[in-house]
């Protein structure tokens, strides 16, 4: 089998990714793979790219390709694979990368990560993405406004600003928290960061060990786990029910050793939609107390609440200073501004304050003092407000269309808030899932596939046997909303 001379751009990342989903059982043996017209309309590239990888990965004895017969995940290729150990780059074509000795094991753990590619072009395409929010919601004038005039006061010397953030942003999140999450604070204990994910990085640096117990939900935020992976941590699952987190399993998860971290999602379990209620909340609290574990709160989308009251943040309940609030404005103003915040127990926050001043001293000063002044004057309430009507109307087209063209053939969760739904289809075995991703993307409709967001958690096989998509409607109007459903009902009566 030729491999080619060097990889085209986007070949060696769907190799990894192909790859790791047969190694982590999200592609069964057996399992039909996207036609490659279908893949490569997805993933932005040529089809004599994802042939070649499709070649690679038959030479490498992961798939069999028959002419005229679909591309299927071959017998026990799944064992292959983690024989081979998770070092995806191991088996992959003409890899440029350096000699594992030339990196650190944190670059090695990194590098055999099947980290996804950023989203192919989707244009033409109804996609429920989950993630992006749509460009014609962003408050561009009020935002324009904010940054011209945060710009204007530039000073005499242009210094380096406190690690901790800019301290009118951190005094207008310290009133802004007291009154939408309950949370008592001072600024001291607000470090703003440039999204979750940083703080997570930050959480995994300064708290963890190669090798240390975190407890996840199952399934739950990939990005999550997979930083947590990087530093070496050991993750350990936690299944999650129709109200989050079951806190229930946490005496029981000792055996791994006592657990440093847990990271949860508990206004709303990422991606199934359960809102931790406060019997929960207390006994993850009362769990962590007596364990010494410290819990980040991940507040992602709290502001996206529709038919549930608001029960108090982890913080506003924690009374042995082990939460760490994690907050972001992607959800509300977009992915792009690289904004969030940390509301870290007294006993962290310089410690932190000093680890993000080594790795970059601090966030860019000008949008986090926009940022303020919109929280200051209230344009940001408003906004938020408007949002949240918008997305709600978005949902109940969502649901709506399910109901009208799939009704009973699906089970839908976490629509009590939130971005997105979880769609399961009750008669659809799980095997099928990629299949009808598949079958809708032939229609020109993205879903997202629910299994890759599930970990193997050793002991337990995975839980849930029927197919199941996340399907996020930020980007979407109400007739696109529609018209995905309806293909996405043909795709399903295809399989049937
Ligand atoms: C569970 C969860 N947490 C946090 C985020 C936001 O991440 P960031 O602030 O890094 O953009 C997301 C985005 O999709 C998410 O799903």
Same mark, same amino acid.
């Given at each position: ?61 992961? *798939? ?79 935002? *324009? ?150 819990? *980040? ?55 932190? !304050?000093?680890?993000?001043?080594? !790795? ?137």
């Amino acid at each position: 089998m030729p491999t080619p001379s060097s990889p085209r751009p986007g070949s060696r990342s769907l190799y990894r990714d192909i790859r790791a989903r047969i190694g982590d059982g999200s592609y069964a043996a057996g399992t039909a793979l996207p036609s490659t017209r279908s893949l490569a309309a997805e993933r932005g590239l040529s089809r004599g790219t994802v042939s070649l990888v499709y070649e690679q990965l038959a030479a490498d004895g992961f *798939i069999d390709t028959r002419p005229g017969a679909a591309t299927r995940v071959a017998a026990g290729a799944a064992d292959r694979i983690k024989a081979q150990g998770c070092d995806a780059a191991a088996a992959e074509p003409q890899r440029h990368t350096p000699d594992n000795s030339r990196l650190s094991e944190f670059a090695q753990r990194v590098q055999a990560m099947p980290l996804r590619p950023p989203a192919p072009d989707a244009t033409g395409v109804i996609d429920f993405v989950y993630g992006p929010l749509a460009g014609s919601d962003f408050p561009t004038l009020h935002w *324009i406004k904010a940054l011209r005039q945060a710009e204007s006061q530039r000073g005499q010397r242009l210094e380096y600003a406190p690690p901790l953030g800019a301290p009118e942003l951190r005094q207008a999140l310290q009133n802004h928290l007291h009154q939408t999450r309950g949370i008592t604070c001072s600024t001291e204990q607000i470090l703003v960061v440039n999204g979750s994910q940083h703080a997570l990085d930050l959480c995994a640096r300064l708290l963890l060990n190669p090798g240390d117990p975190v407890v996840v939900e199952n399934p739950g935020y990939r990005m999550a786990h997979q930083v947590f992976k990087a530093y070496g941590a050991q993750l350990v699952c936690a299944d999650v029910d129709d109200n989050g987190l079951q806190t229930e399993q946490l005496p029981g998860l000792a055996a791994h050793g006592p657990p440093k971290l847990a990271y949860v999602t508990p206004s709303h379990q990422f991606p199934l939609g359960g809102y931790l209620p406060i019997a929960r909340r207390h006994a993850l609290l009362d769990w962590a107390h007596a364990q010494g574990c410290w819990v *980040i709160e991940d507040d992602y989308d709290s502001d996206y609440r529709y038919t549930v009251r608001p029960e108090p943040s982890l913080l506003s309940l924690d009374s042995a200073g082990c939460v760490i609030h994690v907050g972001t404005f992607s959800k509300t103003l977009s992915p792009q501004l690289r904004l969030g915040y940390m509301v870290l127990p007294p006993a962290l926050a310089g410690l932190f !304050a000093q680890a993000k001043q080594l !790795a970059d001293r601090h966030s860019a000063t000008g949008p986090q003092r926009a940022l303020a002044q919109l929280i200051a004057d209230g344009s940001y309430a408003r906004h938020v407000r408007r949002m949240r009507r918008k997305q709600h109307a978005r949902q109940h087209a969502l649901l709506q269309a399910l109901d009208r063209h799939l009704g009973t053939q699906v089970h839908i969760q976490g629509a009590a808030s939130g971005l997105h739904l979880a769609v399961w289809f009750p008669a659809l075995p799980a095997r099928q899932e990629a299949q009808l991703v598949e079958a809708a993307a032939l229609r020109g409709v993205r879903v997202y596939p629910i299994s890759p967001l599930y970990l193997d958690s050793g002991s337990r096989p995975l839980q849930r046997a029927a197919a199941g998509v996340v399907m996020g409607y930020a980007l979407l109007d109400q007739p696109e909303i529609e018209r995905g459903v309806q293909c996405l009902a043909q795709a399903l009566a295809s399989l049937q």
